[in-house]
């Protein structure tokens, strides 16, 4: 079960970064981190809401809602370096960067703390890093090879933080306990949205920006910020349930298998092509992710 989960929240996050790297094309990442994150707010507001009415949510504890404010003052920042990179750059180069060092984070983690994966699985850790250079060293676009912010080691270093912050992510909602029900992403969100506003605000009176995602809306802007922080909430939700139900060694590695279902969408919608050092790059992590997957 906790593997099906597992699985089922790489597809969710994948595709919420998809919509969020659309979404950053068009408007700054900043503004819709904020609106994804302010959308999956409300929508956990209404869902405590709702589980409260029918008489099964569990009581908040310290720990909880502690564990949900260090993720919410994290989260914010991996998300928007990503959407940053993805709009930056090809989302075939920096969701699966990210990917792969959000898996290792977590497996380093389990580690340290006792658990002993098989020699395959420790060889699946090494080709994981390895794909990462592989992956990175292809072309930037063209008409980004004059910008600063668009070169491949701004990318690649990007999508490394990113990643780094999501598996600290990862690693903190491991610990939430058994019967946490959605406290620590409740207190999270609501951490998330404070900070982004107050960070924003600051940026914008430093450098006057528009807080909407865009000063005039574009086709489908806010449908794609809608869909990021909807799939976005969806898939902590259900990586919560996985933890409680898994190791997070296994679970935390197939949760970030999530660059498949991003690559596969910007195939399909955005005609995105691999090169073959991607492709070969692409191939190792899969194997990778998955050989950490079998402790």
Same mark, same amino acid.
């Given at each position: 079960?906790?593997?099906?989960?597992?699985?089922?929240?790489?597809?969710?996050?994948?595709?919420?970064?998809?919509?969020?790297?659309?979404?950053?094309?068009? @408007?700054?990442?900043?503004?819709? +981190?904020?609106?994804?994150?302010?959308?999956?707010? !409300?929508?956990?507001?209404?869902?405590?809401?709702?589980?409260? &009415?029918?008489?099964?949510?569990?009581?908040?504890?310290?720990? %909880?809602?502690?564990?949900?404010? &260090? *993720?919410?003052?994290?989260?914010? *920042? /991996?998300?928007?370096?990503?959407?940053?990179?993805?709009?930056?750059?090809?989302? @075939?180069?920096?969701?699966?960067?990210?990917? +792969?060092?959000?898996?290792?984070?977590?497996?380093?983690?389990?580690?340290?703390?006792?658990?002993?994966? @098989?020699?395959? /699985?420790?060889?699946?850790?090494?080709?994981?890093? !390895?794909?990462?250079?592989?992956?990175?060293?292809?072309?930037?676009?063209?008409?980004?090879?004059? %910008? %600063?912010?668009?070169?491949?080691?701004?990318?690649? *270093?990007?999508?490394?933080?990113?990643?780094?912050?999501?598996?600290? !992510?990862?690693?903190?909602?491991?610990?939430?306990?058994?019967?946490?029900?959605?406290?620590?992403?409740?207190?999270?969100?609501?951490?998330?949205?404070?900070? @982004?506003? +107050?960070?924003?605000?600051?940026?914008?009176?430093?450098?006057?920006?528009?807080?909407?995602?865009?000063?005039?809306? &574009?086709?489908?802007?806010?449908?794609?910020?809608?869909?990021?922080?909807?799939?976005?909430?969806?898939?902590?939700?259900?990586?919560?349930?996985?933890?409680?139900?898994?190791?997070?060694?296994?679970?935390? &590695?197939?949760?970030?298998?999530?660059?498949?279902?991003?690559?596969?969408?910007?195939?399909?919608?955005?005609?995105?092509?691999?090169?073959?050092?991607?492709?070969?790059?692409?191939?190792?992590?899969?194997?990778?992710? *998955?050989?950490?997957?079998?402790?």
């Amino acid at each position: 079960m906790a593997i099906l989960l597992g699985l089922l929240v790489a597809l969710t996050y994948g595709s919420g970064d998809f919509c969020g790297g659309i979404a950053s094309t068009r @408007s700054r990442p900043s503004a819709v +981190v904020i609106g994804a994150f302010s959308i999956s707010a !409300v929508l956990l507001i209404l869902a405590t809401v709702g589980w409260w &009415v029918l008489g099964g949510l569990p009581p908040a504890t310290a720990h %909880d809602l502690w564990i949900g404010v &260090v *993720v919410g003052a994290i989260g914010p *920042v /991996a998300v928007g370096l990503l959407y940053r990179g993805l709009a930056l750059g090809r989302m @075939s180069v920096v969701a699966p960067i990210t990917a +792969v060092v959000a898996a290792v984070v977590p497996f380093a983690w389990g580690l340290l703390h006792g658990e002993r994966p @098989s020699a395959v /699985a420790v060889a699946g850790a090494f080709a994981a890093l !390895v794909a990462v250079g592989l992956i990175s060293s292809a072309p930037a676009h063209p008409e980004n090879a004059a %910008d %600063d912010d668009g070169t491949p080691i701004s990318l690649v *270093v990007t999508a490394l933080v990113s990643g780094l912050g999501f598996g600290v !992510v990862f690693v903190l909602l491991a610990q939430a306990s058994s019967d946490a029900g959605l406290w620590p992403l409740f207190s999270a969100r609501l951490v998330a949205v404070g900070l @982004s506003v +107050v960070g924003f605000a600051i940026w914008v009176r430093i450098r006057p920006q528009p807080l909407r995602p865009n000063l005039v809306p &574009v086709a489908g802007t806010w449908a794609a910020v809608a869909g990021a922080g909807a799939l976005d909430v969806t898939a902590n939700a259900i990586y919560l349930s996985a933890t409680q139900r898994g190791l997070l060694s296994i679970v935390a &590695v197939l949760s970030s298998l999530y660059p498949a279902s991003t690559v596969i969408l910007a195939r399909v919608f955005l005609n995105e092509r691999l090169h073959r050092s991607q492709l070969i790059g692409l191939l190792l992590a899969a194997a990778g992710v *998955v050989a950490m997957a079998a402790t």
